[in-house]
């Protein structure tokens, strides 16, 4: 694996063996690491300045698609992201979503992340307050017993148990970064995105998600 080059003075994430993705918007040029290649992108343009970059969404059509049909987070794995959204109607932001399987967004002012299930029916979301404000890093973790941890700049927020009522779904459809559907783009900048396919533990997730 490629040793993550950094063009960033902020601090970046913690390497773990389990990494699959890593994308560093914040160079002068994207920095990739893992399995994946770079997203491809629509509508989405380079925002930040010439010190530190990021890829800005229009909270409209702006979206960056990651192919990566085989990462399945609920089956033991953690997302990590950072980013900088700017305010809209309703405060509905699709961060990362893998359709008919995995979401991790914005509503109002919480941090919303959900699966679907059986007949791909959503199932009962995590709900999680958040001071969207300013910057952050956000993490999940899901274990194979259905256990998740929740995480925002190095400090854990929520962790449980997912309500799970059946069986997980599970698609080939690829990830989607900064866009859902109807009101849910994302208005913002996004700094970092990494995908482990095994779930880092809590003193791990904390570490990834320290600004």
């Keep these: 694996m490629k040793k993550l080059i950094v063009l960033s003075i902020f601090a970046v994430f913690a390497l773990s063996a389990a990494e699959v993705a890593n994308f ?3 160079g002068a040029s994207p920095e990739i690491s893992g399995k994946y290649g770079m997203p491809r992108f629509k509508n989405t343009k380079i925002g930040g300045d010439a010190s530190r970059r990021s890829l800005a969404f229009d909270g409209k059509e702006a979206a960056a698609t990651l192919f990566a049909k085989d990462f399945h987070l609920l089956k033991g794995g953690s997302v990590v992201v950072r980013v900088k959204l700017a305010d809209k109607n309703k405060n509905l932001h699709m961060i990362v979503v893998k359709p008919y399987e995995w979401w991790l967004a914005r509503q109002g002012n919480k941090i919303y992340f959900n ?6 029916q959503a199932a009962y979301g995590v709900y999680v307050p958040c001071d969207f404000s300013k910057e952050i890093t956000i993490g999940v973790s899901v ?3 259905d256990t998740y941890i929740i995480c925002a700049d190095g400090k854990v927020l929520k962790k449980g148990i997912l309500s799970i009522n059946d069986a997980p779904c599970y698609t080939d ?6 866009n859902g559907w ?13 995908l482990y396919d095994e779930p880092l533990s809590e003193a ?3 570490e990834n998600t320290k600004l």
């Design 143 to 145: 274990f194979p017993d």
């Design 204 to 206: 791990d997730l904390i």
């Design 115 to 120: 699966f679907c299930q059986g007949n791909k």
């Design 173 to 178: 459809n690829p990830i989607t970064v900064g």
């Design 182 to 194: 109807g009101g849910w783009s994302m208005k913002g900048d996004l700094y970092a995105l990494r």
């Design 24 to 26: 560093d918007f914040t």
